[in-house]
C-alpha cells in the first residue's frame, strides 16, 4: 500500500509556518526579550501592550504567560459581561477595550501586576489610580531585524530535519513591511499563500509576494503534516 505523501515534507517542514498556531507555541515564539516587562510587573505595575489587531498583543500576553508563574489569562468578549476574575498573582487581561467602564476601573483598582492588550491606550486612568504604566506600542513598524527574527523562527519551529528550509529575503522583509507596516497578521497570510505554493525550500523574494492571488482577509486554517 503506498503511503501518502506528507504536504510539507518537500519543503522540510511539519506544516505551513504562516499557519494558525496554538496559543501556548504562538507565546513560546514571542521574539525579543521580555525582560523590562517582566521586571515591571515583578515592581507590581502595569504593562499596556496597544496597537490595532495583528499587532502582536496577545502573542505578548501569551509569552508573558509562559513565563510568569501564577500568572493568569483573561480574555475579554466582545458582547459579555465579566463578573469575576481569575484568581492569580499576575492578570493578563487581553482585549481590556471591551470592558466596561467600571468595570475596567475596578481592575485597575486591583493590588496586583497586570498586563493588557488593548486597541485604546487607558494609560491615563491607570496612572489616575496611582498605577506604575508601562506603555508598549505596537502600532509602529518592526525594524527590518525584528522582522527576520519573527519569522526566521516561526520557520525553525516547523522544521522536519536538518537542510534546507524557505527563507526571507531581506528585500522580501522590506517590501512586506511597505505594504503592511505592522500588520504581522496580514505579513503572514500573505506568506502562509506563498509557502502554500512552493515547490522546493528556496528563498521567498520580493517577486513572489505578486505571485500569488491573496484570498480575503479570514483566519488562516492551520496545516498539519
Known amino acids: 500500500m503506498r503511503m501518502p505523501r506528507l504536504p510539507f515534507a518537500h519543503l522540510n517542514l511539519r506544516r505551513n509556518p504562516f499557519g494558525e498556531i496554538p496559543r501556548e507555541e504562538r507565546g513560546e515564539l514571542v521574539v525579543g526579550t521580555l525582560d523590562r516587562e517582566i521586571d515591571h510587573l515583578h515592581s ?3 504593562v499596556e501592550f496597544c496597537g490595532e489587531s495583528g499587532r502582536g498583543k496577545s502573542s505578548a500576553l501569551y509569552g508573558l504567560h509562559e513565563h510568569l508563574e501564577g500568572a493568569a489569562y483573561q480574555y475579554v468578549p466582545r458582547d459579555e459581561r ?14 481590556v477595550q471591551f470592558l466596561e467602564r467600571a468595570t475596567r476601573l475596578e481592575l485597575w483598582n486591583r493590588a496586583l501586576p497586570i498586563a493588557c492588550g488593548t486597541h485604546v491606550s487607558y494609560a491615563d486612568e491607570m496612572r489616575a489610580r496611582s498605577r506604575d504604566v508601562l506603555e508598549v506600542d505596537l502600532d509602529a513598524p518592526r525594524d527590518l531585524d525584528e ?25 522580501t522583509l522590506r517590501a512586506l513591511r511597505e505594504r503592511y ?3 504581522h497578521r496580514a505579513m503572514e497570510r500573505h506568506l502562509y499563500e506563498i509557502v502554500q505554493t512552493l515547490d522546493e ?3 521567498i523574494v520580493p517577486r513572489d ?3 500569488v492571488d491573496l484570498p480575503d482577509p479570514t483566519p488562516v486554517p492551520p496545516t498539519e503534516a
Open 181 to 183: 507596516g505592522s500588520d
Open 209 to 211: 509576494l505578486e505571485d
Open 147 to 171: 522582522l527576520e527574527a519573527i519569522f526566521h523562527r516561526r520557520i525553525e519551529a516547523h522544521r522536519r530535519n536538518d537542510g534546507p528550509v524557505p527563507e526571507l529575503e531581506r528585500e
Open 82 to 95: 465579566l463578573t469575576s476574575w481569575p484568581e492569580a498573582d499576575v492578570l493578563l487581561v487581553d482585549e
Open 44 to 46: 507590581g505595575g502595569i
Open 201 to 203: 525550500p528556496r528563498a
